[in-house]
Structures are given as structure tokens and as C-alpha cells.
């Protein structure tokens, strides 16, 4: 995942002149092979198909690696698994992750993968197709799972799935799905929390 910082920074300063234009193809073409391999190799297919946070990770390296090295085909599947897959399968009508309750860090792992699929919403949402108000036919939508844990961010001692078994104190932190939806959606009290 820590990946993802190297590929947005590249994106970043890729026209500033700070990166010889010689290694910056010998970047973009490393990034195309594991781009590869996360597609095509066995473990990489069975994150894809994990079913729980896994698969969203999956998702989000593949967008951002795919945004990268400009290969859209990736980019239009990773979209498509998003709203046919990811939103459907892991998003309860309520808002919950039922994958990630089901685990020993139930908080922390619904934190983290919505998280990362709001980042995910971030990297493929574009100015006429904006996930961040995608819902599926029956109403699952990313708004329902920031609706779902906002009030557990804000007062996590009115979470009632029990405490994680790790790391309870270090939650929450400063979540990137705060300041993306709160951006995305205008709405003024996710960037405040």
C-alpha cells in the first residue's frame, strides 16, 4: 500500500524537471510490470478476490498504479469492480462492513477500509462520474457507510461492536475518508472532525 505515496508523488513532480525524464521511464516501466503482476500472478488474483478490505486495497493500487502509467483498461476494471463488486458485496444497507465486524478489530478495520475506499473514490471519480454519489440499484452508496462511522469517529465510545483487541487507544486518527468525502460531498463537518 505504502506504494501508493511513491506513485502519486511521481505524479506530482513528473513534469517539475526534478525526476531525469531516463528514469522516470525506467519508474513508469517498473510500475507496468508490477501492474502485471498484480493482475495476472496468483496472489495478486486472490487479493483481488479476497472478498473483505483486501480486495479494496487491491482496487486502490491497481487505480493509482494504472493512473500512473496512463492505462486506462485497468483503470475502467478497477471502476467497474468498485460498483459492481466492492459496494455491493462488502457494503451492508446500513453502512457497515460486515467483513471487517466479523474480525478481531472490528473498529479499526472499518475505519481502514473505508478509508480506502474512499480513496478509491477519490483516485477514479471524475468530474461526470463521481463515486462519491454512485449507489447501487438498492441504495448502497459510500455516503451510507461515512454516514454508518462518522458518529464513531466523532464519539468512539458510542461504538456497540466491542473493543478492538489492538490498538483501541490509537484510534481514530486524522482519516483520509474525512477530508475526500468531505471535499467530494462539500460537507464541512467531515472536514471539521
Known amino acids: ?9 511521481i505524479m506530482a513532480m513528473q513534469d517539475s524537471g526534478y525526476i531525469p525524464q531516463e528514469d522516470l521511464i525506467k519508474i513508469k516501466d517498473w ?3 508490477y501492474l502485471n503482476w498484480i493482475t495476472t500472478h496468483p496472489y495478486g488474483i486472490s487479493e483481488r478476490d479476497n472478498g473483505n478490505n483486501h480486495s479494496v486495497c487491491w ?3 491497481v487505480a493509482v498504479f494504472s493512473e500512473l502509467v496512463g492505462n486506462t483498461e485497468q483503470s475502467k476494471f478497477v471502476r467497474n ?13 446500513d453502512g457497515s462492513f460486515p467483513l471487517e465486524l466479523k ?6 478495520y472499518s475505519l481502514f477500509n473505508l478509508d480506502v475506499m474512499t480513496a ?3 483516485v477514479l471519480s471524475t468530474q ?7 449507489t447501487t440499484d438498492n441504495g448502497k452508496g459510500i455516503k ?3 454516514s454508518f462511522l462518522y458518529s464513531y469517529v466523532e464519539d468512539k465510545n458510542l461504538w456497540p461492536n466491542g473493543k478492538d483487541v489492538m490498538y483501541w487507544d490509537e484510534w481514530p486518527v486524522r482519516h483520509p475518508f474525512l477530508i475526500f468525502s468531505g471535499l467530494a460531498l462539500e460537507n464541512q463537518d467531515y472536514i471539521g472532525l
Not at 81 to 91: G, I, R, S, T, V
Not at 103 to 108: F, I, Q, V
Open 1 to 9: 500500500m505504502h506504494l501508493l505515496e511513491v506513485a502519486k508523488s
Open 31 to 33: 510500475f507496468i510490470e
Open 59 to 61: 482496487a486502490l493500487q
Open 81 to 93: 469492480m468498485y460498483k459492481n463488486e466492492l459496494l455491493p458485496q462488502q457494503l451492508a444497507l
Open 103 to 108: 474480525r478481531t478489530k472490528p473498529y479499526g
Open 120 to 122: 478509491l473514490c477519490q
Open 128 to 134: 461526470d462520474n463521481s463515486l462519491f454519489s454512485y
Open 144 to 146: 451510507k457507510g461515512l
